[in-house]
C-alpha cells in the first residue's frame, strides 16, 4: 500500500528522513539531476519557516521504501514571477509508469498556494505529463554564469558536475 507524506516548515524533517530524500532524489533523478549539495539546499529551504521562504516536500513510500518525491519552495514573489518553483520530481525506475509522478502533481498543485514555475530540459520525457497536467512553456529562460558554464554529463545535459 502507497502511502503518503507531508514535511513543511511546521512538521519539520528529520535528518534521517532528510539524507533518505536526498539519496533517493540523487539517485532517481538520473541525468536530470544536482549535486547532494544542492539538493540538501532546496530541501533545507522549504523547511524555512520564514513566510516568505519555505514550501514543502511530498514523499510516497510503499513498504518503508521511497518510490517517489518532489520537492517545491516558495519563491517569495507573486504575478510576475510565480509563487512557487517546483524544484525537483522523481519516481523510482521500478515505477515509472504507474502514475506516482502524476499523483505527486497533482497533490503538488493542491498544496501550493498560487503559481508554480518548473525548469525542465527539453528532452526530458516527463516534459509530456507536465504538458497533459496544464503546465504551459510561455518563456525561454537564459542563464548567465558568472563562473563559467558548469559542464554538461553524457546525456548532454547540465547538472554542473554531478559526480
Known sequence: MIQEKIFNPADIITTKEKNDLIDFLYEHLDDYGD???HIAKA?????????LAGGFILQ????DKIIGAL???????EGYIPENILVYIAVHRDYRGKGVGK???EKSIKLAKGDIALHVEHNNPANFLYRKIG???????MRYYKNGKPSK???????????
Do not use: D, S
Not at 530541501?43 to 513566510?51: C, K, R, S, T
Not at 510516497?60 to 513498504?63: A, L, P, Q, R, V
Not at 520537492?71 to 514573489?77: C, F, I, P, Q, R
Not at 553524457?154 to 559526480?163: K, W
Open 135 to 141: 503546465f504551459e512553456n510561455p518563456y525561454l529562460e
Open 103 to 105: 499523483m505527486l502533481m
Open 60 to 63: 510516497e513510500t510503499e513498504n
Open 35 to 37: 549535486r547532494k549539495e
Open 153 to 163: 554529463n553524457a546525456a548532454g545535459t547540465t547538472n554542473e558536475n554531478r559526480p
Open 43 to 51: 530541501i533545507e529551504y522549504a523547511m524555512n519557516p520564514y513566510p
Open 71 to 77: 520537492v517545491m519552495n516558495k519563491t517569495g514573489m
